[in-house]
Protein backbone atom coordinates (compact mmCIF):
# COMPACT_ATOMS: atom_id res chain seq x y z
CA UNK A 1 0.00 0.00 0.00
CA UNK A 2 3.10 2.77 -0.34
CA UNK A 3 2.66 5.00 -2.96
CA UNK A 4 3.80 7.93 -4.26
CA UNK A 5 1.39 9.97 -6.72
CA UNK A 6 2.63 12.26 -8.86
CA UNK A 7 0.43 15.15 -10.29
CA UNK A 8 0.53 18.83 -11.52
CA UNK A 9 2.44 18.36 -14.62
CA UNK A 10 1.47 19.62 -18.11
CA UNK A 11 2.76 22.04 -21.10
CA UNK A 12 3.87 25.60 -19.83
CA UNK A 13 5.64 28.39 -21.46
CA UNK A 14 9.43 29.35 -20.48
CA UNK A 15 9.11 31.89 -17.79
CA UNK A 16 5.99 30.42 -16.60
CA UNK A 17 5.22 28.50 -13.20
CA UNK A 18 4.47 25.30 -12.33
CA UNK A 19 3.58 23.09 -9.22
CA UNK A 20 3.67 19.98 -8.86
CA UNK A 21 2.55 17.31 -6.13
CA UNK A 22 3.09 13.83 -4.67
CA UNK A 23 0.69 12.13 -2.48
CA UNK A 24 2.33 9.99 -0.43
CA UNK A 25 0.74 6.92 1.40
CA UNK A 26 1.31 4.19 3.65
CA UNK A 27 3.95 5.83 5.09
CA UNK A 28 4.30 9.15 7.06
CA UNK A 29 6.78 11.46 6.02
CA UNK A 30 7.80 12.03 10.05
CA UNK A 31 9.90 9.42 8.87
CA UNK A 32 10.85 9.71 5.50
CA UNK A 33 12.98 12.02 2.88
CA UNK A 34 11.23 12.98 0.05
CA UNK A 35 12.99 14.10 -2.89
CA UNK A 36 12.80 15.26 -6.67
CA UNK A 37 14.48 13.79 -9.34
CA UNK A 38 13.68 14.41 -13.23
CA UNK A 39 14.93 12.63 -16.36
CA UNK A 40 15.10 14.19 -19.95
CA UNK A 41 15.38 12.08 -22.89
CA UNK A 42 18.88 10.65 -23.28
CA UNK A 43 19.91 12.10 -20.41
CA UNK A 44 20.23 10.40 -16.42
CA UNK A 45 18.00 11.09 -13.96
CA UNK A 46 19.28 13.97 -11.82
CA UNK A 47 18.30 15.27 -8.41
CA UNK A 48 16.31 18.33 -8.36
CA UNK A 49 15.42 18.88 -4.33
CA UNK A 50 14.70 16.97 -1.46
CA UNK A 51 13.36 18.02 2.04
CA UNK A 52 14.46 15.98 4.93
CA UNK A 53 12.16 14.38 7.36
CA UNK A 54 11.86 15.98 10.85
CA UNK A 55 13.27 19.40 10.83
CA UNK A 56 12.58 19.71 6.90
CA UNK A 57 15.71 20.46 5.86
CA UNK A 58 15.88 21.95 2.05
CA UNK A 59 18.21 21.05 -0.43
CA UNK A 60 18.65 22.15 -3.93
CA UNK A 61 20.24 21.17 -7.55
CA UNK A 62 22.35 24.20 -8.41
CA UNK A 63 20.52 24.74 -11.79
CA UNK A 64 17.22 25.37 -10.16
CA UNK A 65 18.23 27.19 -7.06
CA UNK A 66 16.62 30.65 -6.62
CA UNK A 67 13.61 28.87 -9.04
CA UNK A 68 12.30 25.98 -7.35
CA UNK A 69 11.10 25.50 -3.84
CA UNK A 70 9.77 22.39 -2.40
CA UNK A 71 7.78 22.07 0.78
CA UNK A 72 5.36 19.21 2.22
CA UNK A 73 2.62 19.17 4.35
CA UNK A 74 2.79 16.59 6.81
CA UNK A 75 -0.92 16.77 7.53
CA UNK A 76 -1.72 15.92 3.88
CA UNK A 77 1.70 13.30 3.73
CA UNK A 78 1.92 15.45 0.25
CA UNK A 79 5.08 17.32 -1.11
CA UNK A 80 5.41 19.97 -3.41
CA UNK A 81 7.80 21.28 -5.65
CA UNK A 82 7.04 25.17 -6.85
CA UNK A 83 8.90 26.03 -10.22
CA UNK A 84 8.95 28.98 -11.43
CA UNK A 85 10.88 30.75 -14.35
CA UNK A 86 10.86 27.46 -15.91
CA UNK A 87 13.21 27.11 -18.77
CA UNK A 88 13.04 24.80 -21.82
CA UNK A 89 16.04 22.96 -20.26
CA UNK A 90 13.50 22.29 -17.41
CA UNK A 91 11.72 19.62 -19.70
CA UNK A 92 11.79 16.42 -18.52
CA UNK A 93 9.67 13.78 -16.44
CA UNK A 94 9.53 14.58 -12.80
CA UNK A 95 9.75 12.02 -10.28
CA UNK A 96 9.19 12.14 -6.61
CA UNK A 97 10.77 8.97 -4.54
CA UNK A 98 11.19 8.60 -0.79
CA UNK A 99 14.24 7.25 1.31
CA UNK A 100 15.68 7.71 4.84
CA UNK A 101 17.86 10.46 4.23
CA UNK A 102 18.53 13.36 1.47
CA UNK A 103 20.80 12.66 -0.83
CA UNK A 104 21.62 13.60 -4.22
CA UNK A 105 21.78 10.44 -5.85
CA UNK A 106 18.70 7.95 -6.59
CA UNK A 107 20.67 5.52 -4.51
CA UNK A 108 18.97 4.89 -1.23
CA UNK A 109 15.69 5.65 -1.90
CA UNK A 110 13.14 3.27 -1.37
CA UNK A 111 9.68 3.99 -3.03
CA UNK A 112 9.02 5.96 -6.32
CA UNK A 113 6.14 7.07 -7.89
CA UNK A 114 5.06 7.19 -12.04
CA UNK A 115 6.24 10.66 -12.82
CA UNK A 116 4.72 12.89 -13.87
CA UNK A 117 5.80 15.08 -17.51
CA UNK A 118 6.71 18.67 -17.35
CA UNK A 119 7.28 19.91 -21.09
CA UNK A 120 8.12 24.18 -21.70
CA UNK A 121 6.55 25.37 -24.98
CA UNK A 122 8.39 27.02 -27.28
Known amino acids: QVQLVESGGGLVQSGGSLRLSCAAS????????IGWFRQAPGKEREGVSC????????YYADSVKGRFTISRDNAKNTIYLQMNSLKPEDTAVYYC???????????????WGQGTQVTLSS
Open 97 to 111: AAGRKCRAGDIGYDY
Open 26 to 33: GFSLDDYA
Open 51 to 58: ISSGAGNT
